[in-house]
């Protein structure tokens, strides 16, 4: 007999990649993943998707099973099959590829993409004493340049006052004056024990370490004249006589006032 009409027809196979794979730092746990879907064999849709990455250049994470079909996955959202955990701050994720999977199986993972969490930022290196008087201790410090993706907001100090833990306060950029009288930054007590004054370089996922603490006192009155005596007496003359005070190198003694009375009147 004359032979039938011919066919031809392709064995099922699995898709192809996937295309235009992003990631975005969404938060200090997560990585937001985004690609454009292969254009798969309707015979065999894509079902799902595979999400392989490395967190710290530990081990492979398991390979993440997607719960749909869409074009995003967040890592370290707690969603897929085995869950997706949450990811350390400052995280360096390597090896992201994303692989289609239909009924056939998981399609090629191309052009793998890397990223880091979001962090805090580095600690204040160089806190340093400025200019130190009888209520106000000035601090200094550089800028710190963190992840331009969060940048540095703000900074804030703390410090205790004569063993007292002070309320902290806070500036915009680097630089501050304890005690400088603005709304919740009063003048400090003469004399004061200004002890373990640290810094934190703040962005929107939180404060950095701290610095290297300082420790300072305010600036006071010399001590008190403890031998003040006679000398020579003469009709018209009074000699006193003292011994000098130690006092503090950054406010030395100018001068010495003298008080008395004479006959009842005060000179």
């Known amino acids: 007999a004359p032979p039938s009409n011919l066919v031809s027809a392709t064995t099922l196979d699995v898709p192809p990649p996937v295309t235009s794979l992003s990631v975005t730092a969404a938060s200090p746990s997560t990585l937001t993943l985004a690609w454009t879907p292969p254009v798969a064999d309707p015979r065999a849709p894509v079902t799902a998707y595979e999400v392989r990455y490395t967190v710290n250049g530990a081990a492979p994470h398991p390979p993440v099973l997607t719960p749909s079909a869409a074009s995003s996955f967040v890592i370290g959202s707690g969603l ?3 869950a997706s955990s949450p990811l350390p701050k400052g995280a360096t994720v390597t090896g992201i590829a994303v692989l289609a999977r239909n009924s056939v199986g998981p399609g090629r993972g191309e052009n793998a993409v890397a990223a880091t969490t979001l962090d805090v930022p580095r600690a204040v290196a ?38 007292v833990a002070h309320k902290e306060v806070t500036t915009t950029s680097p630089g501050l004056t304890l005690g400088s009288n603005a709304p919740g930054n009063e003048p400090l007590p003469r004399g004061a024990s200004v002890t373990n004054i640290i ?69």
């Open 126 to 163: 160089d806190l340093a004493l400025g200019e130190v008087s009888a209520s106000t201790v000035a601090l200094v410090w550089s800028a710190v340049d963190g992840d331009p993706r969060v940048p540095v907001t703000r900074y804030r100090a703390r410090f205790s006052v004569n063993g």
């Open 199 to 267: 810094v934190h370089a703040i962005n929107s996922v939180g404060p950095s370490s701290p610095s290297s603490p300082l420790s300072t006192t305010t600036l006071d009155v010399p001590g008190r004249v403890r031998d003040l005596g006679l000398g020579g007496v003469t009709a018209t003359t009074v000699q006193l006589t003292w011994s000098a005070i130690v006092s503090d190198p950054r406010a030395p003694i100018a001068d010495h006032e003298v008080r008395y009375t004479v006959n009842g009147v005060s000179h």
């Open 80 to 82: 897929g099959e085995p």
